[in-house]
């Protein structure tokens, strides 16, 4: 190549005729519309909740006036310290009226914390029975507020620790594969109820096995005799003809009845969440590929303008999968034309303030 050529200053761009300027504009202009639809500050989409370039700072956490609950998640603080205080009363309660319960017995305070949860979770052995009014009517009132608490808080907390244990399933079923923190994320957001289910049947498995290998062991029943009290005492039947009998048994009981009860609840809870999930997917899927017919455009035309836009469109489809109905659609229109303060059928900065000054003077 000559010197010439080298330093020969680049020419300047062939101008586009008319029309392709205009294609090209208004290429641009879909693209730019589209990306407006996809993506928004306030709502935005659901993949950029992956982005490893983006870090949100956040506040640093309020410590703890208890040091060692200081790293536990405030809703699990909660529950623990209502747990504590339920077995505290009813250990205390039936404490002192141990005298009116009934049955095999061994120790005075670790027969009423045994009292307490066999009652609280609803297995009822029968070994430990209350035989006067004032036990039974507190035998009542500790059953019912025992429920409320496994339904709503226990629950609660079963399902914080089984998502802290999603993270580790999910790198134990990819780990050849090279899975980062992003992937993790990825699919933990796809298939969250679905690792859930894995988690606690895995743990449902382990709990199955340490109780029908303690009884065996330690209460000295035969294989069959334990595995048959751990899926009586498990599923809450407690028929009372084989439980823990031993003061070492009910110190182990009092520990795992409590676990092994509500892992089996969350189980079903999860697998009866997975299977509508599965059905929504279903529902979901089947909208994003069937035709579209002239009826659905009649439809999804919201003003009657004889055009559908690209809103109208999402809207129609939104109803369609049942993530979205007409109050919905009626009080989000309601909002924005509180809010459309000039009635443009825009809303600006000017719009906002107006209306939020309005309110105020409103009250």
């Known amino acids: ?14 101008k586009l005729d008319p029309m392709a300027q205009d294609f090209n504009q208004s290429s641009r202009t879909s693209s730019s519309r589209k990306r407006r639809l996809r993506r928004s500050r306030s709502a935005p989409r659901g993949d950029c909740m992956y982005n490893d370039d983006v870090k949100i700072e956040e506040p640093p956490p309020h410590p703890s006036k208890i040091p060692m609950f200081s790293d536990l998640n405030p809703n699990l603080r909660r529950v623990i310290m209502l747990l504590a205080l339920y077995l505290t009363i009813g250990t205390i309660c039936f404490y ?5 319960i009934s049955g095999q017995k061994t120790n ?49 907390a079963a399902d914080y620790l089984v998502e802290k244990q999603e993270t580790l399933l999910v790198r134990a079923f990819h780990l050849r594969q090279t899975f980062g923190p992003t992937d993790i994320l990825k699919e933990l957001h796809t298939n969250k109820l679905r690792y859930k289910c894995y988690v606690t049947f895995l743990v449902l498995v382990v709990l199955f096995l340490v109780g029908t290998t303690f009884l065996v062991m330690v209460e000295k029943m035969p ?10 005492t498990v599923t809450t039947l407690g028929y009372g003809d084989k439980s823990f009998s031993s003061g070492t048994g009910r110190l182990f009981a009092v520990f795992w009845i409590l676990t092994s009860t509500i892992c089996l609840a969350q189980f079903f809870l999860y697998v009866a969440e997975l299977n509508a999930e599965n059905k929504q997917r279903a529902l979901v899927n089947w909208v994003l590929t069937r035709r579209i017919t ?9 003003d009657e303008d004889g055009l559908v836009g690209a809103a109208e469109f999402i809207l129609y489809k939104l109803k369609e999968m049942g993530k979205i109905n007409e109050k919905d659609i009626s009080g989000i229109m309601e909002e924005f034309e509180q809010l459309d303060y000039d009635d443009s ?12 000054t309005t309110s105020l003077n409103q009250r």
């Open 1 to 14: 190549m000559s010197s010439e050529s080298a330093h020969t200053p680049l020419l300047p761009t062939e």
């Open 96 to 100: 002192l009226v141990r005298n009116q």
């Open 108 to 156: 005075g305070v670790l027969d009423a914390i045994y009292f307490c949860i066999v009652t609280m979770t609803t297995v009822g052995y029968g070994d430990l029975v209350p035989n006067s009014s004032a036990s039974r009517l507190l035998a009542c009132a500790f059953v019912f507020s025992g429920m409320v608490l496994v339904g709503h808080l226990l629950s609660r």
């Open 223 to 232: 294989v069959i005799e334990a595995f048959y009290c751990v899926c009586s």
């Open 294 to 302: 002239n009826n659905d455009l009649e439809a999804a035309d919201l």
């Open 345 to 356: 059928g825009t809303l600006t900065t000017s719009d906002i303030v107006l209306a939020q």
